[in-house]
């Protein structure tokens, strides 16, 4: 059974960091793209950065020099590290699966920047 499980939410304040971490099992997690997608109120979902089998990155504009997307395979786990956040960064951070036509999605964690 696939599962992606999203952690390392939480309140945190401008200017704060914050590491999300998410647990995948039940499926080749290696040879997966693996994303960090994040949904703000009101707001379309929306890709965040995302890392090949190989290590390959990319991440949105407003992201880039702030939040680092990493994999571990051993572990089957990926992180962002999330540095100087704002409250415009809050919002619930899903992470994502994808390999051509398979694609799995964690149920999210919710991050708020806030003072």
């Known amino acids: 059974q696939v599962q992606l499980v999203e952690s390392g939410g939480g309140l945190v304040q401008p200017g704060g960091s914050l590491r999300l971490s998410c647990a995948a099992s039940?499926?080749?997690?290696?040879?997966?793209?693996m994303s960090w997608y994040r949904q703000a109120p009101g707001k379309e979902r929306e890709l965040v950065a995302a890392?090949?089998?190989?290590?390959?990155?990319n991440y949105a504009d407003s992201m880039k020099g702030r939040f680092t997307i990493s994999r571990d395979n051993a572990e089957t786990t990926i992180y962002l590290q999330m540095n100087s956040l704002k409250p415009e960064d809050t919002a619930v951070y899903y992470c994502n699966a994808n390999y051509g036509t398979r694609e799995y999605w964690g149920k999210g964690t919710l991050v708020t920047v806030s003072s």
């Open positions: 039940g499926f080749a997690f290696s040879i997966y793209t």
């Open positions: 890392i090949t089998r190989i290590g390959s990155t």
